[in-house]
């Protein structure tokens, strides 16, 4: 998919916004929601996504509702870091389908870096359900921590 390609609001982010599709949450408000990477690279890989927003990456985003979006990817980054103590954190965010990008909705990838641990392929494997819960609930107890 192309830079400029269309917004497609059945894309499987739209579809968790508006609840058609279960995600594991770790943090919502009227800005942004942000749940678990059923396809993780590390333990505790975490998605923040925009609610209202129908940009398909940065590049198409409306520039006002970014610093409102990036204060919860950084609000989420640091409940992540308070709950699973990494030695570092990759913050990414991916535009179109040669760099990466899998689903068309914008988003963010907070993704935990423990040392000696290689973080797997993206998109790669998928994890188990009880797991990302039990990290979830890490992660919303490090979010509530402020």
Request: hydrophobic share 45%.
């Amino acid at each position: 998919m192309s830079l400029s390609a269309e917004y497609d609001p059945n894309n499987i982010f739209a579809k968790i916004v508006r609840g058609e599709m279960p995600s594991v949450k770790v943090f919502e408000d009227e800005i942004a929601l942000a749940f678990m990477d059923i396809f993780p690279q590390s333990e505790g890989h975490t998605l923040v996504i925009p609610r209202k927003s129908k940009a398909t990456n940065l590049l198409s985003a409306d520039a006002a509702e970014l610093g409102p979006l990036i204060e919860r990817v950084q609000r989420v980054a640091n409940g992540v870091v308070k709950a699973l103590s990494p030695d570092g954190v990759r913050v990414m965010q991916i535009n179109g389908a040669p760099a990466g990008q899998t689903v068309f909705h914008l988003h963010f990838h907070i993704i935990p870096v423990f040392e000696g641990t290689p973080l797997k392929r993206h998109a790669g494997e998928r994890a188990d359900p009880a797991r990302l819960e039990s990290l979830a609930a890490k992660i919303r107890a490090g979010i509530a921590a402020k």
